[in-house]
Structure formats: structure tokens, C-alpha cells
């Protein structure tokens, strides 16, 4: 595994580093190949300052892991990598793991999933092994099919607005569920235009908008409080919860002794330094997780929505 750098090592930044070497964190080490994945500046500083040793966790996976590794650890702390860094380490990786999505990329090299998707686009021709899913960040491998089918959904909804849905889902091929969204996002864009033309609405049009809300959104029936305890509670008492195998499985989760968000900070300040890439990457993971059941509820409660 070669530097992430173009320009090589800074010898300012080694020299910064230098002044506190008794402070620096563990550098991170390949165990197969024993190269440094992270931390060579720290490596310099020490080897300059005359001592001999230096603290080390080391990393077991394959090359293509510790590439990963490197470049998520280089992006989140010490000293940043360049704008052209991260697209050449983009690069590196979509001929890596074409299958992983755009968003995915962009987590891991600091970049946005447009720049990832216009790399992906560039390099196209180059990339071995083609792929037809997309493997997200939650880990899900997603259909590349499906974002198409939407589009050909999104096409034919513009030219034939009155459509249903299970007429989109044969035409564009693709689910029920997607095409009920389709449908959803398609009135939307229609009806938005519409909602500025009234300027001055009369007494009648006054009367229809009182309560409504905006167009595309829906209100929290429900909204959790910054102390979760009493939603939890209301979950923990629901029958349709406690008496199904996937609603006590997701109680299991809602650990009412789980650390509050006040006390998350208290708590990062306490932790081991050498610990914190690792704990980091799994609290990622898991916010992560949490927000793809976030999204597919939302969906299905659009999805719900679309069949009033």
C-alpha cells in the first residue's frame, strides 16, 4: 500500500508533532505487510526526536481493508488530505469495490456522493467487474435496477399523471411499493407550482389551509422529546410489541440504562485515545442503522399515505 500523499511527508507537521511526542496516540500498523497505515508523520516525529519506540495497534485484514482503513482514519484527524488525495483515493477504491455506493465512497474519503458518482462516471471504461447492485452504508446490497426504475416511473407519470399505481409498477417495472412513492413524488412537483399562485386567498381557500401542512411533509404524531423515556415506555406497554417476535427484538434495543446524549461527550472525554478510532467507526455503524429503519418507516408510512 503506497502513500495517501502526493506530496509526501510534511516536514512542518513532523515537526509540530515532535514537540509532544510523549502525547501522541498509537500509530496504526498492517500486521500481514507491516506497513504503516496510519500514522507516518507520528513515526517520523518520533524517529527524530532520538527514541526508539512507539506505540502501535495493529490492523488484521486483507490490503484492500487497510486502504479503507488509511483513508477513513487520514480523513477524520491529524493532518487532512488534499482535495486530490481523496479523488485518487476515490479512484482506488471504486476499482477496489465497484459494487459500493456512491454514498458509501463519499463517507469513507470526505467527499460528496456527486463528486463520487462523476468519478464513477469518468473512470467507467476502467473499472473491472461491473456490477448490478450498489452496496450501501448500512451494508444492504441495493439493485442498481431500482433507481432506474423510478426514473422510467417519474417519465411515465409526467406523461400520463392519472396512472395507478399498479399501471406504473407493469410499465416501468418495478414494485408496488416503489411505484405508490412514485406516484407520491410525481403529485408533489405537480401541486407545488400551485400552492405560491393564490396570493390573496379568499375566506374559502383561508378555511382549507388552516391545519394543513406543507406540501410533502407530514407531522410527528408522536415527537420524541430530548428524554426518550416516556416514548420508550408507550412502546414497552403496545401488545402489538411485546407479544411479536420483531417488536420484542427491537424493545431489546430501546435500553432505557443506555447512555443519554448529554452524556455522550462526558463520556468520548474519558475514553481511551487508542480506542477511538474503533469506537468511532462502530457508533457510525450504528447511527447508520438507525437511520435506514428511520427511512423505511417513512417510507412506508408514504407509502401508506399514497393509497388514501
Known amino acids: 500500500m503506497g502513500s495517501l500523499r502526493t506530496v509526501g511527508e510534511d516536514p512542518r507537521h513532523i515537526n509540530a508533532l515532535a514537540e509532544v511526542c510523549s502525547a501522541l496516540p498509537p500509530i496504526v500498523i498492517h500486521r500481514r505487510t507491516m506497513t ?45 488530505l488534499s482535495l486530490a488525495d481523496r479523488k485518487a483515493a476515490a479512484l482506488h477504491m471504486l476499482a477496489d469495490f465497484p459494487e459500493w455506493s456512491n454514498r458509501r465512497l463519499a463517507g469513507v474519503v470526505g467527499l460528496s456522493d456527486k ?39 417519474l417519465t411515465y407519470l409526467a406523461a400520463h399523471p392519472d396512472a395507478s399505481a399498479q399501471e406504473v409498477a407493469r410499465v416501468a417495472h418495478i414494485s408496488l411499493t416503489t411505484a405508490k412513492d412514485a406516484r407520491k413524488r410525481a403529485r408533489t412537483v405537480r401541486e407545488e407550482p400551485q400552492a405560491t399562485v393564490q396570493q390573496n386567498p379568499g375566506p374559502a381557500q383561508e378555511r382549507e389551509a388552516v391545519g394543513r401542512p406543507p406540501i410533502g411533509k407530514r407531522p410527528r404524531e408522536q415527537p420524541v422529546s430530548t428524554d426518550p423515556a416516556p416514548a420508550v415506555r408507550r412502546l414497552r406497554a403496545d401488545p402489538s410489541l411485546r407479544f411479536t417476535e420483531v417488536g420484542r427484538k427491537l424493545l431489546r434495543t430501546l435500553d432505557p440504562s443506555a447512555p443519554q446524549p448529554h452524556e455522550w461527550a462526558a463520556m468520548a472525554s474519558s475514553l481511551p485515545i487508542h480506542c477511538a478510532p474503533l469506537i468511532a467507526e462502530l457508533a457510525r455503524h450504528h447511527a447508520e442503522s438507525w437511520q435506514l429503519l428511520a427511512e423505511s418507516l417513512t417510507e412506508r408510512m408514504n407509502s401508506r399515505d399514497a393509497d388514501v
Open 36 to 80: 504503516v497505515i496510519d500514522g507516518v508523520h507520528r513515526l517520523r516525529a518520533v524517529e527524530n526526536s532520538g527514541a526508539t519506540h512507539i506505540s502501535a495497534v495493529l490492523f488484521n485484514g486483507d490490503e484492500r481493508e487497510a486502504f479503507v482503513l488509511a483513508v477513513k482514519l487520514n480523513s477524520n484527524h491529524g493532518l487532512p
Open 115 to 153: 463528486t463520487i458518482a462523476a468519478l464513477r462516471r469518468r473512470s467507467g471504461a476502467e473499472l473491472p467487474h461491473p456490477t448490478a447492485v450498489r452496496l450501501g452504508r448500512d451494508g444492504v446490497a441495493y439493485p442498481l435496477a431500482a433507481g432506474e426504475g423510478r426514473r422510467r416511473a
